[in-house]
Nanobody, 124 residues
């Protein structure tokens, strides 16, 4: 059974950092695009970042460019999201996802597998 499990969320002060990790099991995701999305209460799900299977291509939301970095380790079937310079607006539940296509896409409709999410709370 395919599973994506996020970890690393928590409470952090504004300006601080967190590193999220997503572990995949049930199949080899090395050729899949891996992405991160987030949703705040009352808000739509929002694209954060995505990375191609090889790691050579990355895509970021404008709101996180220069602050967040996505990376992956295909040997471990994991994808990480390093978040620096966090602000209150980054508070959300963060979800990792996997997509069979080649190009890191921003639209959630392309993603086939989803984790349950991990909560990030940034105190102002």
């Amino acid at each position: 059974q395919v599973q994506l499990v996020e970890s690393g969320g928590g409470l952090v002060q504004a300006g601080g950092s967190l590193r999220l990790s997503c572990a995949a099991s049930g199949r080899n995701f090395s050729s899949y695009v891996r992405g991160w999305f987030r949703r705040s209460p009352g808000q739509e799900r929002e694209f954060v970042a995505a990375i191609s299977g090889s790691g050579a291509s990355k895509n970021y939301a404008d709101s996180v460019k220069g602050r967040f970095t996505i990376s992956r380790d295909n040997a471990k079937n994991t994808v990480d999201l390093q978040m620096n310079g966090l602000s209150y607006e980054d508070s959300a539940r963060y979800y990792c996802a996997a997509d069979r296509t080649v190009t890191p896409m921003k639209d959630a409709i392309f993603y086939d597998y989803w984790g349950q999410g991990t909560r990030v709370t940034v105190s102002s």
